[in-house]
């Protein structure tokens, strides 16, 4: 690795490109998500496979892969092929097609709760649908949501999320942490946000009888990716049952990439909502809402509106079927054996630079935090990882064309082949040396 390591790559023209944009757009980056990348926010001209090629003329593997949707890689051969022959029949009617039918056909096929459903066009905005059937249906206000966890960036729910790992007020009564200015403070009187993984504090929460909704990640992926405890989605499916109140599991992220039916086949614990998005159309802007039929029915039956100029948009739509249809068991076995190599070649190569970290989670999203001795059991834990470190050890592996996110989570494809797990493990073995150095 002599060569690569006398050579790390340059990024001179994205840094450029990217100061030039911000003469137009703000920041030269269209989310916020994108500002403050170490060395600099990167300028792609294309993707293939694993890969990612930037404007310095640089081969990236691409462990982003578009903040996780791309699991089958950049590009796959049948999704152009559908999206191109979609786009010689029209682009947007404002009415019924096919493909939208044969695309919700396969989401209730595929996730276990899904008795109907809906599509929208982002994951945020379908957790806000799921939090307005909740409370149209209870007839109670009140959503309990946990710290650390992400659904979408409206003023309702941007409390306490990642990636600003503030945290506030004493472990078991967390105080809400805004996570941005100009949000409506009012926006959390209806919001409770509780300790994730602790189903005493829950049960006493919900026992008030005035909870409408608990939303959570079922694996707190956003943030980590971090198991929920042995039986706590049992208990809190439990709780939620007998205290009336809604659960929606936001399967943003694990949405047909820890199973094909998402965390709730992965547990076998089955939510009354769950929002979906990212994976289900590999890179489309397609999202979707799914659950029991008498809560979906109250968009067209109870009063409860929902709306979307490009729900079910039609090339999208031929996007997500062609996305769902690739969804064989064969697919997460590949990815799993591939995951899990990669995740113990990481650990090795830790290990042997003596570098403290853990590297936890699943092999279709992991997750890797320096100075933790356990893996991170909530968000309190994660804010105890040593940041500063992870972040030189991202833009370390990025001079070695190894493309990983700053917040510590890793997004498996399966076009991330044996090579290029092998290649990416020995990236990281010279950035780790070269850290302890
Ligand atoms: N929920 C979770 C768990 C997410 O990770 C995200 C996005 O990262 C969202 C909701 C919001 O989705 P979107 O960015 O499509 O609005």
Redesign the pocket.
Known sequence: HATRLSSPLSFEQSARQVRDNSQWISGGVNSNFRLNISPTPLVFERGEGPYLYDVDGNRLIDYYLG?GPMILGHRPEALCDAVRDQIERGILFAGQTQVEAEAARLVCELVPCAERMRFGT????V?QAALRLARAATERQKVVKFEGH????FDNVLWSTAPSLDVAGPADQPVPVAGSKGQLPQSADALDVLPWNNLEILQRRLAKGDVAAVIM?AAM??AGAVHPAPGYLEGVREACTRYGTILIF?E??TGFRLAPGGAQERFGVLPDLATF??AIANGFPV?AIAGRADLLDMFSSGGVVHGGTYNAQPISMAATVATLRSLKPSLYSLIDQRGTRLMEGMREAFASAGVQAVVTGFPQIFHVAFGLDAPARDYRDLARSNKKAYVAFTTGLLHRGVRALERGAWFMSVTHDDAVVDETIAAVADVARELKS
Request: charged share 25%; proline share 0%; net charge negative.
């Open positions: 903040m982002s994951g945020s905005e957790d992400y659904h979408g960036w990640e992926c956003n936001d943003v992220i998005g990212k999202a």
